[in-house]
């Protein structure tokens, strides 16, 4: 990056870190655009999230709320730093806050933990806004599995990780709705899925083929009516296996996206929505 860059970035964030903390109460209304739901999503609730943030002010005002700062700054913790970006975590603070609500469960699933940022990020948002409801985050704790097929390229990178470190930063955040479950997800994953009962969003991040079909498939037999698939590898050109997980699915199940940017989001079980998202207005 050349140094007008870094200078530029740096004096950016040291904007946003001085701007004075303001609740983000609403999102802004989308003038012109109906609220409607077909081919199992709503495109004017993926474009409410995203337009606003991509090429608006939507993205600041949400940096400024004091709760997405407090789990922002939880996920950045050194023992956990996540990999995720953070037009990510703002869209996931924006999916969370605004749209969990109208769902039947507010329980998360995460398939792909790293160092357990992003699931601290999520616990300390559900801990704010919804105190019944869990969080159980899913991985090897032991870098990625074996590759089964050639379409994978992952990067190296997935091996710093110390469980325990992670485990007890979450205890000193206090957060006790999120729970680490080691191990392959092909083997953890139907009990978590039993035990949260229904889920309203399930986070897949797990870069491989493989097990971002698996991640799909269960995921979608335990979401909520409406429930949101979060999808955030399928974006990266380092990770078309997940690219492909994720074409596999639109045409196995003959689904539409609700949004593209900054993540793939998919609506299960639709069906039922249409009323529940109705009523939710
Ligand atoms: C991109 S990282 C997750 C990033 C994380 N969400 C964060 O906040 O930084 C992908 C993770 O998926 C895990 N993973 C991939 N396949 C898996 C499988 N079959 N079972 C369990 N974990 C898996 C890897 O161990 C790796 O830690």
Redesign the pocket.
């Known amino acids: 990056m050349h140094l007008k860059d870094r200078f530029s970035n740096l004096l950016c964030s040291l904007r946003r870190k001085l701007a004075s903390p303001k609740i983000l109460e609403s999102l802004p209304d989308v003038q012109g655009m109906e609220r409607i739901f077909e081919n199992g999503r709503c495109l004017y609730d993926g474009y409410q999230r995203a337009t606003p943030v991509k090429y608006g002010s939507l993205g600041e005002q949400v940096r400024r709320d004091p709760v997405y700062r407090k789990a922002l700054a939880a996920?950045r913790l050194p023992d956990?730093?996540?990999?995720?970006v953070e037009s990510r975590f703002i869209n996931l603070f924006i999916l969370v806050k605004f749209f969990l609500r109208n769902l039947n469960s507010q329980n998360i699933i995460?398939?792909?933990?790293?160092?357990?940022?992003?699931?601290?990020?999520m616990a300390t948002l559900l801990a704010e806004y919804y105190p019944d409801a869990r969080i159980l985050?899913?991985?090897?704790?032991?870098?990625?599995?074996a590759l089964k097929t050639g379409v994978d390229k992952p990067p190296e990178d997935?091996l710093a990780?110390n469980l325990e470190r992670t485990r007890a930063t979450a205890r000193s955040l206090g957060l006790t709705n999120l729970e680490y479950v080691q191990?392959?997800?092909?083997?953890?994953a139907a009990e978590s899925c039993l035990r949260l009962g229904a889920i309203g969003l399930a986070?897949i991040?797990?870069?491989?083929y493989?097990?971002?079909v698996?991640?799909q498939n269960i995921a979608w037999d335990h979401m909520a009516p409406g429930g949101y698939i979060v999808q955030?590898?399928a974006l990266e050109p380092t990770?078309p296996g997940a690219t492909l997980a994720v074409e596999e699915m639109i045409r196995r199940r003959g689904l539409s996206m609700e949004q593209i940017w900054p993540q793939i989001v998919f609506r299960a079980n639709m069906q039922a929505t249409r009323a529940i998202a109705i009523a939710g207005d």
């Open positions: 996920a956990v730093e996540s990999m995720v995460e398939f792909g933990a790293f160092k357990g940022g992003s699931a601290i990020f985050s899913l991985d090897t704790f032991a870098g990625l599995p997935f990780i191990g392959l997800i092909e083997d953890t986070h991040d797990v870069v491989l493989g097990p971002s698996f991640a955030d590898d990770c």
